[in-house]
């Protein structure tokens, strides 16, 4: 499966590089518009919408009221929308995008969101293969798309990658919907507790279990958190004027380059061993009163993908800062290398080999949490948070 996962996000990675390499010198300024305004207003609404849905322990007895929990999906996107937008529209430091890009991008999340419950699903049963692709596929139709609206159009740069994003959003959307409607009429064993097609969508006749509420509730405080903590830097260039576009622009196109190993390695291992944890957590609660056969094989596959992350970690490290400079100038050229590119892939490089372990141990820690001790540990990525927004 992580084998699987890695060549589906290595492909849309490696078109993105191309994309990048193809039209730097055309869309330098542009780039630094939408990777940091525009595309941060997107996962901003993506990563607040998913994170909950995925990792809360919201599958309990009841299927139907499971169902009808992920589809709080869309709400909760629209909510967030509106929300963002009008916030980045007051306060983000570039006031003079066109209101059809800027809409272009939370319209985005919310088509994406409208198949969240579908990811949801192929995450609790199973279908890593299925999650897999569709993630995949969004990322690389995002590129695609953008390179054939370039080279076949004239449009303005923002309005391509704006169109660019909802239609591979479109695309994502029905790949899941098609999908799904042909795993129910396939009589997919994974999906043997639903009845049919129409027991993916939500149920009026079940209420929504509170208990599920109050532990997506609790996750979404501690997605907040978490975001400032991942994304500060670019909310501190997105809302302030301390760096001028171009800078930006390199500072995206490096931090491409440098989370290629965190995106096609380190991501879907985390992904699917939070799936594997929670799992193994959920089904036998009394795991660490005891030390039983379960217990030992939950520490002893912790232990042995920590070693592997960490392996990962240093060897990007150990040969990623020496040939820094040489990636640099071949991916981006004199645009990257002469705007300090090399010590920003350097540094990233020694970056990786902490987000190795945390990522692992994350996945492990909150897999174990109940909601109260989620809800403490927010209180220390709050302070986290600020201190980090500070530094930056």
């Given at each position: 499966i992580?084998?699987?996962q890695?060549?589906f996000?290595g492909?849309p990675s490696t078109a993105?590089n191309v994309?990048?390499?193809i039209?730097r010198?055309e869309?330098?300024?542009?780039?630094?518009?939408?990777?940091?305004r525009l595309?941060?207003?997107y996962n901003?609404?993506l990563f607040?919408t998913?994170?909950p849905?995925?990792?809360?322990n919201?599958?309990?007895?009841?299927l139907p009221?499971?169902?009808n929990?992920i589809?709080?999906?869309p709400?909760i996107s629209?909510a967030?929308?509106?929300?963002?937008t009008l916030f980045?529209?007051t306060?983000?430091?570039s006031h003079?995008l066109p209101?059809?890009v800027?809409?272009?991008?939370?319209?985005?999340?919310?088509i994406e969101?409208l198949?969240?419950p579908f990811?949801?699903?192929?995450?609790?049963?199973?279908?890593?293969g299925h999650?897999?692709?569709?993630?995949?596929?969004?990322?690389?139709?995002?590129?695609?798309?953008?390179l054939i609206?370039l080279l076949?159009?004239?449009m303005y740069h923002?309005?391509?990658?704006?169109y660019a994003q909802?239609?591979s959003?479109?695309?994502?959307?029905?790949f899941h919907?098609?999908?799904?409607?042909?795993y129910?009429?396939s009589?997919?064993?994974?999906?043997?507790?639903?009845?049919?097609?129409?027991s993916f969508f939500p149920q009026p006749?079940?209420?929504?279990?509170?208990?599920s509420?109050?532990?997506?509730?609790?996750?979404f405080a501690?997605?907040i958190?978490?975001?400032?903590?991942t994304?500060?830097s670019?909310?501190v260039?997105?809302?302030t004027?301390?760096?001028?576009?171009?800078?930006?622009?390199?500072y995206?196109?490096v931090?491409?380059?440098?989370?290629l190993?965190a995106?096609?390695?380190?991501?879907?291992?985390e992904e699917m061993?939070?799936a594997?944890?929670?799992?193994?957590v959920?089904?036998?609660?009394?795991i660490?009163?005891?030390?039983t056969?379960t217990?030992?094989?939950?520490?002893?596959?912790?232990s042995?993908v920590?070693h592997?992350?960490?392996?990962c970690?240093?060897?990007?490290?150990?040969?990623?800062?020496?040939y820094?400079?040489l990636?640099v100038?071949l991916y981006g050229g004199?645009l990257?290398?002469?705007?300090?590119g090399?010590?920003?892939l350097?540094?990233?490089c020694?970056?990786l080999?902490?987000?190795?372990?945390?990522?692992?141990t994350?996945?492990?820690?909150?897999?174990?949490?109940?909601?109260?001790?989620?809800f403490s540990h927010?209180g220390f990525l709050?302070?986290?948070?600020l201190?980090?927004l500070m530094?930056t």
């Amino acid at each position: 499966i992580q084998i699987e996962q890695g060549i589906f996000k290595g492909v849309p990675s490696t078109a993105e590089n191309v994309s990048w390499s193809i039209t730097r010198n055309e869309l330098q300024w542009p780039v630094g518009r939408v990777h940091f305004r525009l595309f941060l207003l997107y996962n901003t609404i993506l990563f607040l919408t998913r994170e909950p849905m995925r990792k809360a322990n919201i599958l309990r007895s009841s299927l139907p009221s499971f169902v009808n929990v992920i589809w709080l999906s869309p709400l909760i996107s629209v909510a967030l929308s509106v929300l963002c937008t009008l916030f980045w529209r007051t306060f983000s430091s570039s006031h003079d995008l066109p209101y059809h890009v800027l809409l272009a991008y939370p319209l985005s999340a919310i088509i994406e969101s409208l198949a969240e419950p579908f990811a949801v699903i192929s995450l609790r049963f199973s279908l890593s293969g299925h999650f897999a692709i569709a993630q995949s596929l969004l990322i690389l139709l995002q590129r695609v798309f953008v390179l054939i609206l370039l080279l076949s159009t004239s449009m303005y740069h923002l309005d391509i990658f704006a169109y660019a994003q909802v239609l591979s959003s479109i695309a994502y959307l029905l790949f899941h919907y098609i999908g799904f409607l042909h795993y129910s009429r396939s009589a997919m064993p994974e999906l043997s507790s639903f009845a049919g097609y129409r027991s993916f969508f939500p149920q009026p006749g079940y209420e929504i279990d509170r208990e599920s509420l109050s532990a997506i509730g609790t996750l979404f405080a501690h997605s907040i958190m978490k975001q400032l903590m991942t994304d500060g830097s670019a909310y501190v260039m997105t809302f302030t004027e301390l760096m001028s576009l171009k800078s930006q622009a390199v500072y995206d196109a490096v931090e491409k380059v440098g989370s290629l190993v965190a995106r096609i390695v380190l991501a879907p291992l985390e992904e699917m061993c939070f799936a594997y944890f929670s799992n193994t957590v959920n089904q036998n609660s009394k795991i660490f009163n005891k030390n039983t056969d379960t217990h030992d094989a939950l520490v002893q596959n912790f232990s042995i993908v920590l070693h592997v992350a960490c392996v990962c970690g240093l060897v990007v490290s150990v040969f990623g800062i020496p040939y820094s400079p040489l990636a640099v100038y071949l991916y981006g050229g004199h645009l990257l290398y002469d705007n300090g590119g090399a010590v920003l892939l350097s540094l990233y490089c020694m970056y990786l080999s902490v987000l190795a372990v945390n990522g692992i141990t994350e996945c492990f820690a909150m897999a174990t949490m109940n909601n109260a001790q989620v809800f403490s540990h927010g209180g220390f990525l709050f302070l986290s948070a600020l201190a980090h927004l500070m530094v930056t």
